[in-house]
Nanobody, 115 residues
Framework: QVQLVESGGGLVQAGGSLRLSCAASRTIFSTNVMGWYRQAPGKQRELVAA???????NYGDSVKGRFTISRDNAKNAVYLQMNSLKPEDTAVYYC?????????WGQGTQVTVSS
């Protein structure tokens, strides 16, 4: 498996920005997808954004135009730039990587957006 460590969460006012980072413990040589999911209290975990190793991206409808996912394959890292944050973005954000035989999750980082 692969260990993932997230960082960058915190408290921000509505309209503000945060950048989340996630570092994998090793290189994954096969085609893989790195993504961010979030889970708010009482709600199911949902996809925020995902990026495959070739660079194609996919976003949840609620964050399109506000969030940007990127990755640095040389650093085994994925990032989530979050702009124009809203109180409804408040959740624990989890990093995920999927590849052949791999489905790993980070421990989560709290993002709280105050109104």
């Amino acid at each position: 498996q692969v260990q993932l460590v997230e960082s960058g969460g915190g408290l921000v006012q509505a309209g503000g920005s945060l950048r989340l980072s996630c570092a994998a413990s090793r290189t994954i040589f096969s085609t893989n997808v790195m993504g961010w999911y979030r889970q708010a209290p009482g709600k199911q975990r949902e996809l925020v954004a995902a990026i495959i190793s070739g660079g194609s991206t996919n976003y949840g409808d609620s964050v399109k135009g506000r969030f940007t996912i990127s990755r640095d394959n040389a650093k085994n890292a994925v990032y989530l730039q979050m702009n124009s944050l809203k109180p409804e973005d408040t959740a624990v954000y989890y990093c995920n990587v999927r590849a052949a035989g791999i489905d790993s999750w980070g421990q989560g980082t709290q993002v709280t957006v105050s109104s």
